[in-house]
């Protein structure tokens, strides 16, 4: 969760029972990613780092950040990983990748990580659309004994309970947090979050043409609709090189306008209502034992 989840989120998620992520975008300098890393690992609690491997080729002192920092875990998505893996694993790191697809969960097999993110269309972020969250799960599920998490849709306990009862280790979470008081997330993006439902949100490469931060067009990305989107939607190869655009895009996000800017966010945005602690939102999913139960004991009449 680049620019939503630095070093106090991720702390705060750690701190209440979860294992909070720090969403290192490929734009961040290396010397962020300690100082945020730094703020994360304070409380002693495990923590781990997001990275995608396209960017780590360009800036391998991202990774040379992480593997000084030797969080809990790192997840490593979105591009050739595997040459990553074992000097992550070597330095006693577990490694994670987010799958889209069957096809995905085989490589990261073959690769040897440690943990399988079943990645959902309905997933906020940068990903594949082509696979819901369930099948996903339980074709991944089928295939390899390695913990395979669920990411995707997963927006409170019903969904956490859901993916448990389907065979899911734990739940991949970005969402819900958006609009916690520890997140980077500023007021305007805030507001517009809040005020989404979950029939708000589009996958493309719109903002990606925009940026130009390097995204490969193979994962779009899932963000709230806005006036920016519907314009260039269907004209993301002319994007790429439109100047006036690029630089109403960068001004839109520097402004955090809300019609400009890219906000990510997956289909669960609808249940966001407010701007919680860290803390309540890991209490809210601590309820899904009463689902879990209440699903079991309705499968066994």
């Known amino acids: 969760m680049a620019n939503v989840g630095g070093g106090k989120l991720t702390a705060a998620i750690s701190a209440a029972g ?27 609690k495990p923590y781990g780092i997001g990275l995608m491997a396209w960017s780590v080729r360009e800036r391998p002192e991202h990774l040379e950040a992480v593997l000084e920092l030797k969080p809990a875990l790192v997840s490593l998505s979105f591009g050739d990983y595997a040459p990553y893996v074992e000097p992550l694993q070597k330095a006693g790191i577990v490694v994670a990748t987010q799958a889209g697809t ?10 040897g990580v440690d943990v399988i993110v079943a990645r959902g269309a309905e997933a906020g972020g940068h990903g594949r659309n082509a696979v819901a969250t369930l099948p996903l799960l339980q074709a991944i599920l089928e295939l390899t004994e390695l913990p395979v998490l669920a990411g995707g849709g997963i927006s409170g306990p019903r969904g956490l309970a859901a993916v448990l009862a389907a065979g899911a280790a734990g739940a991949w979470i970005g969402t819900a947090f958006l609009t916690c008081q520890e997140a980077l997330t500023s007021d305007p993006i805030r507001r517009r979050v809040i005020a989404a439902d979950e029939t708000d949100t589009v996958y493309g490469t719109v903002f990606d043409a925009a940026s130009r931060a390097g995204w490969p067009d193979e994962f779009g990305g899932r963000a709230l609709r806005n006036a920016y989107f519907d314009a260039w939607q269907g004209r ?23 019609a400009r800017a890219s906000i990510y966010a997956g289909q669960g945005v609808g249940s966001l209502t407010g701007q919680p602690t860290a803390a309540e939102v890991l209490d809210g999913f601590a309820t899904y034992r009463t689902y879990l139960q209440a699903a079991l004991s309705d499968g066994a009449k």
């Open 18 to 44: 979860g294992l909070g992520m720090l969403g290192a975008g490929s734009a961040v300098a290396a010397d962020w990613i300690r100082t945020e890393g730094s703020i994360a690992a304070a409380s002693g």
């Open 102 to 111: 069957v096809a995905d969960a085989r490589e990261a097999v073959d690769a």
């Open 236 to 258: 993301e190869d002319e994007l790429k090189t439109d100047d006036a655009g690029h630089t109403d895009y960068v001004e839109g996000t520097r402004a955090a306008d809300p």
